[in-house]
C-alpha cells in the first residue's frame, strides 16, 4: 500500500525560527514535491525532486528552501519563520514517468506565530 | 503562463441531482488532465484522468480542447460525493500539475 508519511501532523513556530517540514515516502519513487494548500488558493507548488540531491523551484519558492540527501525523504526548511507561511503543508511522491499521479501525505498544520 | 480556473468556489446540490464542477484551462501544449479529491479527514487522491476515459465514482469528465475546459459532472450526486475537488493540468519539464483553486462540493440529503 502506498505510504507517505509527513512529521508532524500540527505545529506551531515562532517568527523567526527556522522550521523542518519532513516527508518519508516507502513506494521507492523518484519524484517528491511540496505544496502548501490555502483556501482560495488551492494547492501552490513550493519545490519538487526529480532524484536524489536534485530539486526545482516552483511556483512559489520564496522563503523556503528544501534537501533531499536520501531518496525516500525530502525535507521543506523555512529559514526564517514568518506569519505569510502559516499555512497547511503538503508533500506529495510519484513514479519517474507518472508525474501527474502523485500520493499526497496527510499534511502537517504550520501556524507560525 | 498556465492558468487553471474553477469559477465556483462552493456548490450545493441535492442527493439525485446532476453535478457539475466546472474547470477551464490556459495551457501551452496540449496538456494532460486530471481531477483529484480530497474527502474530509482524508489525504488528497487522484479521482480520474481524462486520458484514461474511465467513470469513477459515477464521474466522468471529458476534455473540450476548442473551449479549453476539462468540467466534471455526475448524473446523481450522493451525499459522500461531498468533498474538495481540484482540477489539475500535468505540464513543464517535469509533468507537474498545477493544481486550481478548488470547488468544495455539499451535497445535501
Known amino acids: 500500500d502506498v505510504k507517505v508519511t509527513q512529521s508532524s501532523r500540527y505545529l506551531v513556530k515562532r517568527t523567526g525560527e527556522k522550521v523542518f517540514l519532513e516527508c518519508v515516502q516507502d513506494m521507492d519513487h523518484e519524484n517528491m514535491f511540496w505544496y502548501r494548500q490555502d483556501p482560495g488558493l488551492g494547492l501552490r507548488l513550493i519545490y519538487f525532486s526529480y532524484d536524489v540531491k536534485m530539486k526545482e523551484k516552483g511556483d512559489i519558492p520564496e522563503g523556503y528552501s528544501v534537501s533531499r540527501e536520501k531518496k525516500e525523504r525530502f525535507s521543506l526548511i523555512l529559514e526564517s519563520a514568518s506569519t505569510n507561511q502559516t499555512s497547511m503543508y503538503l508533500c506529495?511522491?510519484?513514479?519517474?514517468?507518472?508525474?501527474?499521479?502523485?500520493?499526497f501525505g496527510p499534511g502537517t498544520r504550520l501556524t507560525v506565530l | 503562463a498556465q492558468r487553471v480556473t474553477q469559477p465556483e468556489k462552493l456548490l450545493s446540490v441535492f442527493k439525485g441531482a446532476p453535478v457539475e464542477l466546472k474547470c477551464n484551462y490556459s495551457?501551452?501544449?496540449?496538456?494532460?488532465l486530471f481531477w483529484y479529491v480530497q474527502y474530509s479527514r482524508q489525504r488528497l487522491q487522484l479521482l480520474l484522468r481524462h486520458i484514461s476515459r474511465e467513470s469513477i465514482k459515477g464521474f466522468t469528465a471529458d476534455l473540450n480542447k476548442g473551449e479549453t475546459s476539462f468540467h466534471l459532472k455526475k448524473p446523481f450526486a450522493q451525499e459522500e460525493d461531498s468533498a474538495m475537488y481540484y482540477c489539475?493540468?500535468?505540464?513543464?519539464?517535469?509533468?507537474?500539475?498545477?493544481f486550481g483553486s478548488g470547488t468544495q462540493l455539499t451535497v445535501l440529503p
Open positions: 506529495a511522491s510519484s513514479r519517474p514517468r507518472d508525474t501527474d499521479t502523485q500520493y
Open positions: 489539475a493540468p500535468a505540464g513543464g519539464s517535469a509533468r507537474q500539475l498545477t
Open positions: 495551457y501551452s501544449g496540449s496538456p494532460e
